[in-house]
């Protein structure tokens, strides 16, 4: 790590005319979140509970969930953490629950399946709900998500979790609850889905796959997978704007919040906080502690122009040159 990087360590991340962008991290084990994330987070923005599922040779029980949860809910407490509901299928099978299909990524993944397996959702979110009991830093995000009724029939099962638990007992809080925008239809119904719920999180590596029908992990059409297509910007607009209508809270979670070019037109667009992996962490802190949000409000107004992914590229590289 260079030294102008690791000055930033301690530091707040805001715009020099005091705009405050908290950057979260993205992860799925405990052991990965030591070294450099605790200090650096606001909190976990995105917890990927697929790993817990994939080493074993089985689904995880509740107490074996719950254990999982509780490390990384305590190791960040007070900051927030946010859980997503097991997100299998597409590009993230287990092997266990083997699924046969031509098009795994148009087909049952993420809440489809828990939708249609309503025991493996209950069990993870009483696990979660458990594991949050003392601490209420929990927030739990829904993936995959295509329409309202999935979000309705998943709010009505995390309702159905808590009573059980306070039947058992045990005093469970109804977290927020947030969905992952990363389906284009999603994007269409921001705002019905933001009156829903606490937050929206917007997945940028599935939203771009889907918006540009490009497979993320194919090598043969990866040069056509770009998130500053101008597509996916038009997309960021109208989601923020949907969520504004409500009140509600957007965070993006995809690969681009990491990215330092990208991040910019992020603090732009206004979206209210990102998340990445750690090692992005200072690089996006950098960046944003260059910058004013005025001028990434103006560099955004000249991407919102551009008619190609490279000629936002070359705005935003030359952009980021000026400010060294
Ligand atoms: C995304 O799709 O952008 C995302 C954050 O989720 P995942 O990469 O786990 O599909
Ligand atoms: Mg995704």
């Not at 910058?291 to 551009?306: D, G, H, I, P, T």
């Amino acid at each position: 790590l260079s030294a102008e990087l690791d000055a930033l360590r301690g530091l707040p991340s805001q715009t020099t005319d005091g705009v405050r962008l908290p950057l979260f991290l993205n992860t799925g084990l405990v052991s990965e979140q030591r070294p450099l994330g605790i200090e650096e987070s606001a909190g976990i923005g995105l917890y990927r509970t697929e790993l817990p599922f994939l080493v074993r040779d089985r689904f995880p029980s509740e107490n074996e969930q719950l254990r999982n949860y509780r490390a990384v809910l305590e190791t960040f407490a007070p900051r927030p953490v946010t859980i997503r509901t097991l997100d299998i299928g597409g590009d993230k099978p287990l092997p266990y629950f083997p699924v046969q299909e031509s098009n795994p990524f148009l087909g049952w993944r993420g809440i489809r399946i828990t939708r249609d397996h309503p025991e493996i959702f209950i069990t993870q979110v009483r696990a979660m709900l458990r594991a949050a009991v003392g601490l209420g830093n929990l927030r739990l995000l829904l993936p995959m998500v295509t329409t309202v009724e999935e979000v309705d029939d998943a709010l009505l099962l995390i309702q159905r979790a808590c009573d059980e638990l306070a039947d058992e007992g045990i005093d469970a809080a109804m977290p927020p609850v947030g969905v992952m925008i990363e389906v284009p239809a999603a994007v269409y119904q921001a705002d019905a889905i933001a009156r829903r719920v606490s937050f929206l999180s917007v997945g940028t590596n599935d939203l771009t796959q889907y918006l540009l029908a490009v497979d993320r992990n194919n090598a043969h059409v990866a040069s056509l997978y770009d998130e500053l297509h101008p597509a996916v910007l038009r997309a960021l607009m109208t989601i923020v704007a949907g969520a504004r209508l409500y009140g509600c809270e957007v965070s993006v979670c995809g690969e681009m919040a990491g990215d330092p070019l990208a991040a910019v037109l992020l603090l732009g667009i206004g979206v209210h906080n990102l998340s990445m992996s750690a090692g992005s962490l200072l690089r996006v802190k950098g960046v944003i502690r260059s910058m004013s949000r005025a001028r990434s409000r103006e560099l955004l107004r000249v991407a919102l122009q551009c008619e190609t992914g490279q000629a936002v590229r070359h705005l935003l590289t030359d952009a980021l040159e000026e400010v060294g």
